[in-house]
């Protein structure tokens, strides 16, 4: 289970990963930010020290190689819907974990899809199944939802605002 706009709302919530978009600013900084940066924009490194594990969403490609050594000592896996930063990724870092956004599932390089949760069915699930595709699906907030996800063997992660929710589902469900 993933905590969407995790830091540091979802510090030590018990959420597998947090989840943090990732851009540069104007000075080349790596900064928490969904659209275009700000200058009051939190920076990377403040992140990294808290020690969270880390679910990197990338909204840039070409800053992938530059920012995998940057983290290389935390716990972390990474998303994005440029294909061309999953193929950088797995070249030069074969070991880190690396997802495809999509609205669909797609086969790729990618570790796993991390698809939009209003475009997912049974069918999407089948199709991931049968090709052994790794399926994490965003950004779910509707208990029902939840439920339903983090109950079905075909969902790996689900990624969520609701992590105290999902946290409860999950634990019931032991």
Same mark, same amino acid.
């Given at each position: 289970?993933?905590?969407?706009?995790?830091?540091?709302?979802?510090?030590?919530?018990?959420?597998?990963?947090?989840?943090?978009?990732?851009?540069?600013?104007?000075?080349?900084?790596?900064?928490?930010?969904?659209?275009?940066?700000?200058?009051?924009?939190?920076?990377?490194?403040?992140?990294?020290?808290?020690?969270?594990?880390?679910?990197?969403?990338?909204?840039?490609?070409?800053?992938?190689?530059?920012?995998?050594?940057?983290?290389?000592?935390?716990?972390?896996?990474?998303?994005?819907?440029?294909?061309?930063?999953?193929?950088?990724?797995?070249?030069?870092? %074969?070991?880190?974990?690396?997802?495809?956004?999509?609205?669909? %599932?797609?086969?790729?390089?990618?570790?796993?899809?991390?698809?939009?949760?209003?475009?997912?069915?049974?069918?999407?699930?089948?199709?991931?199944?049968?090709?052994?595709?790794?399926?994490?699906?965003?950004?779910?907030?509707? %208990?029902?939802?939840?439920?339903?996800?983090?109950?079905?063997?075909?969902?790996?992660?689900?990624?969520?605002?609701? %992590?105290?929710?999902?946290?409860?589902?999950?634990?019931?469900?032991?």
């Amino acid at each position: 289970m993933i905590a969407h706009d995790g830091y540091p709302r979802w510090l030590n919530s018990g959420a597998d990963f947090l989840e943090v978009d990732i851009r540069r600013n104007g000075h080349g900084e790596f900064v928490l930010a969904h659209d275009a940066p700000k200058p009051d924009s939190l920076r990377l490194t403040q992140v990294l020290s808290s020690g969270a594990p880390l679910q990197l969403d990338l909204k840039e490609s070409g800053y992938e190689v530059e920012l995998m050594s940057y983290v290389r000592n935390i716990e972390f896996v990474v998303t994005t819907p440029h294909r061309e930063s999953i193929e950088r990724i797995k070249e030069r870092f %074969p070991h880190v974990k690396a997802g495809l956004t999509r609205t669909t %599932p797609e086969l790729s390089t990618a570790d796993f899809v991390a698809l939009d949760q209003r475009y997912v069915d049974d069918g999407v699930l089948a199709f991931c199944a049968e090709h052994a595709l790794e399926v994490w699906i965003w950004t779910v907030d509707d %208990p029902a939802r939840l439920k339903r996800y983090i109950n079905d063997e075909r969902v790996a992660a689900v990624i969520t605002n609701r %992590p105290d929710l999902a946290l409860r589902i999950r634990s019931d469900r032991s």
